[in-house]
């Protein structure tokens, strides 16, 4: 038999414990689903492609002034991602 102080903690914060842990699992799972499509080389590509397309949009309607601002988060955002992919991949030693 529980007290009776351990029973109100348990209904007032009994419900946002839950909540948490659900989120929780909820984000991990999802994250884990997520690195497993960037696995495949196909989904890859098209999420940079997407992302560059967003860029572009966001490039297109910002003010002259945050331009170039912009364009140097893009370019570090694409180098980003070429070294990321460059690390992904597994070197391969040349053929003779």
Do not use: C
């Not at 946002?16 to 999802?30: D, K, P, V």
């Amino acid at each position: 038999m529980q007290p009776k102080y351990a029973k109100i903690i348990s209904f007032l914060y009994g419900p946002w414990i839950r909540l948490f842990g659900f989120i929780g699992r909820t984000f991990s799972a999802n994250r884990a689903r997520l690195e497993r499509l960037k696995a495949s080389r196909g989904v890859a590509g098209a999420l940079r492609f997407i992302s560059v397309v967003v860029w572009i949009l966001v490039w297109l309607f910002a003010s002259e002034t945050d331009r170039t601002r912009f364009t140097s988060e893009v370019r570090q955002s694409i180098d980003g991602l070429n070294n990321t992919e460059s690390s992904a991949e597994p070197s391969h030693p040349p053929k003779n």
